[in-house]
């Protein structure tokens, strides 16, 4: 192990002196263009890719402050809504058709542009060069490749908000018949198209993305850097990657017969149609075959989101307990079994579609394995809090919230995974609650958890904590209240997707508490605006970072200056000795991976 | 890890894991074809003739590729630029042997709204057939960097990238040939 990693530091070692004479002697070589727009600096890099999602972010918050308004206050009219949305909420009342385009479109940008690029994209960005000690990814081009083909699909995808026809609205996974078919709905028209070839792109930058973030991460490690002294963090977005490469070429096989759908007269998904009466010539295709290709990507991106959560979830709950991560070992195989699982168990999103229920069987079998490894992680984490010496710091408590967060969902999963319970909670308000706790809120707060911690890195500077903090309680506590009660409205049977409920008697006492809801995700969207406020002020104006390790963490990228340039570290890179978890170790509150091990040292 | 990713170069290590990630793109093509193949309704294509010759063609630029990158080792130029044309020469009559066959099965009245089964058998091969364009495209370069570059260049990596991806290519279409064969 020892002279293969030597082999790779002076591998790596010989491009990169290049790069730091280049910081030294050609500094006013880089102009505005290649250093902050057409930058191939993983660090320049993942701040693109975190600013682009943040704008999503936004965007897609927004869209459901206005469908939630929509299912509060039905008969209410808001006439600011007719002047931002126009046509869409004619006389101040949002339209129907409207509603599923801000309901699709929701999904879609926060799920793909939050939550996978925004994200996985900047946190295995900035971390895998600096936490596995490499002066950057194995191909800056790709990488940057990666971002710029990130940021089209999103000008397409923003472009088709403003069709006439609107953007796709037949929901986030455009099942066909309504994906297909041009004619199904106003929805169905450009705005697919446009949802398409912006999906398409997305597919490329995440493999270009992936295939980079694998290759630094086998390939590029520092001298002493074995897999296994690798911090969490490396091991979770490895996972992640991996997960993208295998799954997202199926969603894209299912992308290109979707098309030849649409546009050249196949029939691999439609048969047996009727649009306005008239009988369509499409005979001999299946519905069911795209959602087989569509949950073969559409599960492993669920963990694909979740993953890079759980890795920084569990490098910050150690840094800031003073407490070695309990049961690295396991943490790393449960990551791994998680991993294999994602691909066996996705025709759980398909009980109620006809499929055989005798396969369902073993999906549901398959599904519910996946406790075993989500109960170790949550394990390890409250084990490493145990008695720990905890610092409250905004990150830490994002971080703890994670790991509610992915309590209180996961248990929900539990219901969900069985399909004779299936028969009655899919297609219901459990369903939102269940995925937006475990997946949604449980990996913005992974994702905030690792802006607060690394934010000291990514701009020199810190967050202002009084802002952090009331952030973190008001998203919390507005989390549970939003998605809590929804759980009380799946079970009395509430259908997702409605544009009201108002009409139906079984569903009308739930007014005052959809009303509700509404109000508290209005207050927790305003939170989100208070984070941005304190992001963008913080970059020019926060508090200045004068320490190279402000949190006492013993990973590597606390051991580059405090602003690194274009390389990470001004001289060598350096060598590692030992694991990241060494706190609170023979006495010592931290031992940094670049400390060499004394002789009188315990063993862990 | 063993001895020979040790010394593999970093552009043929990331080709690997994209072979991985071809590899899944075609498995959900095929395996979507077993699934629909199984329903009732199915009429299966017959594969034109002209595919044996397209799998002929495709193994001996498998051999010319494999020679070629034996001659850059030996820095035998001449010969080198012989068999890399040859390759890409061959690998262009294999795209032309595709489409030819598809044309054939398209007279057959076997077209995107008449047969479920063809319209598969078009998009598989279809994609398949610009995977062989874009290697192709990657021997021209190749070819061309020998004239362009002032510097004599007589590194293996990128013929030997170029040719890993050329018997990818080259297995993925006898996977392929043989799942038709079999499944129809």
Do not use: C
Not at chain 1, 37 to 61: E, N, R, Y
Not at chain 1, 296 to 305: A, R, W
Not at chain 2, 29 to 44: H, R
């Amino acid at each position: 192990m020892s002279s293969e990693a030597t082999h790779i530091q002076q591998q790596t070692l010989t491009v990169p002196h290049e790069t730091h004479v280049e910081i030294h002697h050609d500094h006013h070589h880089e102009t505005f263009l290649t250093k902050y727009v057409f930058s191939q600096d993983h660090k320049t890099i993942a701040k693109q890719f975190l600013i682009t999602g943040m704008f999503w972010a936004l965007i897609g918050g927004l869209f459901s402050v206005i469908f939630r308004l929509q299912l509060g206050f039905p008969e209410a009219k808001f006439p600011w809504m007719e002047i931002l949305l126009g046509e869409w909420a004619k006389g101040g009342q949002l339209q129907a058709e409207a509603y599923y385009a801000l309901v699709t479109m929701h999904g879609t940008v926060l799920v793909f542009f939050v939550l996978t690029a925004g994200l996985s994209g900047t946190f295995a960005n900035f971390l895998i060069p600096l936490q596995v000690g490499a002066r950057d990814m194995a191909s800056p081009f790709l990488n940057m490749l990666s971002y710029w083909f990130f940021f089209t699909a999103s000008i397409v995808m923003l472009s088709s908000l403003f069709v006439q026809t609107g953007p796709f609205s037949g929901g986030w996974t455009a099942y066909p018949p309504l994906s297909a078919l041009g004619e199904a709905s106003p929805g169905s028209k450009v705005g697919m198209d446009l949802w398409l070839i912006s999906m398409s792109l997305f597919v490329v930058s995440s493999l270009l993305g992936g295939l980079n973030y694998i290759a630094t991460i086998l390939n590029m490690r520092t001298k002493g850097m074995s897999m296994t002294r690798l911090p969490l963090t490396i091991w979770a977005l490895f996972f992640t990657a991996v997960l993208g490469v295998l799954s997202f070429p199926v969603l894209f096989s299912g992308f290109i017969l979707l098309i030849f759908d649409r546009h050249f007269g196949t029939s691999f998904y439609l048969s047996d149609i009727y649009i306005n009466g008239q009988a369509l010539p499409n005979e001999g295709g299946s519905a069911i075959l795209y959602q087989h290709l569509f949950w073969f990507l559409g599960h492993p991106e669920v963990y694909i989101i979740l993953l890079p959560a759980m890795g920084m979830a569990s490098e910050i709950l150690s840094v800031n307990s003073r407490k070695p991560i309990f049961g690295y070992m396991a943490m790393v195989g449960s990551l791994f079994a998680i991993t294999i699982l994602a691909f066996l168990v996705w025709a759980h999103h398909m009980f109620v579609t006809g499929l055989n229920p005798f396969l369902g069987a073993f999906f549901v079998l398959l599904t519910l394995l996946i406790a075993v490894p989500s109960a170790i992680k949550v394990f390890n984490w409250l084990t490493t809090l145990w008695k720990g010496n905890i610092r409250f710091t905004p990150g830490m408590l994002f971080a703890m919230g994670f790991v509610s967060l992915f309590i209180s969902g996961g248990l929900t999963g539990i219901f969900l995974g069985n399909s004779s319970l299936d028969i009655h909670l899919h297609d219901t308000y459990f369903v939102v609650a269940h995925f937006h706790i475990v997946m949604g809120v449980a990996s913005m707060f992974g994702m905030f958890a690792g802006i607060y911690h690394w934010y000291p890195k990514m701009y020199s500077r810190y967050l202002n904590n009084t802002l952090g903090y009331i952030h973190f309680w008001v998203t919390m506590i507005g989390a549970y209240l939003i998605f809590w009660p929804m759980h009380y409205e799946g079970l009395a049977g509430m259908p997702r997707r409605y544009y009201k409920f108002d009409i139906w008697e079984s569903f009308k006492h739930f007014g005052t508490l959809n009303q509700f809801i509404s109000i508290v995700s209005i207050i927790v969207f305003l939170a989100q605006i208070l984070f941005l406020v304190n992001f963008f002020y913080s970059i020019w104006k926060g508090r200045k970072v004068t320490t190279q390790n402000p949190w006492g963490a013993n990973t590597l990228e606390w051991t580059t200056p405090i602003t690194p340039g274009h390389g990470n570290w001004s001289g060598e890179i350096p060598e590692v000795h030992r694991w990241a978890y060494d706190y609170g170790k023979d006495g010592k509150e931290f031992i940094t991976q670049v400390t060499p091990v004394d002789d009188s040292e315990s063993k862990h | 890890m063993s001895e020979s990713s040790k010394k593999m170069h970093p552009h043929k290590f990331t080709l690997w894991i994209a072979i991985g990630s071809i590899t899944m793109m075609f498995a959900g093509f095929t395996s979507a074809y077993i699934v629909k193949s199984n329903q009732a309704g199915w009429q299966p294509v017959q594969m034109p003739k002209i595919f044996f010759l397209s799998t002929v063609l495709i193994l001996a630029s498998s051999l010319t590729i494999y020679l070629a990158q034996k001659a850059m080792a030996a820095r035998e130029m001449a010969k080198y630029r012989t068999l890399i044309s040859t390759t890409a020469l061959l690998g262009l009559a294999f795209v032309v042997t595709q489409f030819l066959g598809f044309s054939e099965l398209w007279q057959q009245k076997i077209t995107f709204k008449e047969s479920v089964a063809g319209s598969f058998f078009y998009i598989i091969t279809g994609v398949h057939a610009l995977h062989v364009i874009g290697g192709v495209i990657a021997l021209i370069v190749l070819f061309a960097r020998m004239y362009s570059s002032k510097t004599k260049f007589y590194s293996t990596a990128p013929v030997e990238t170029a040719g890993l991806y050329w018997h990818f290519v080259d297995i993925l279409w006898i996977y392929l040939f043989v799942f038709f064969l079999l499944v129809s």
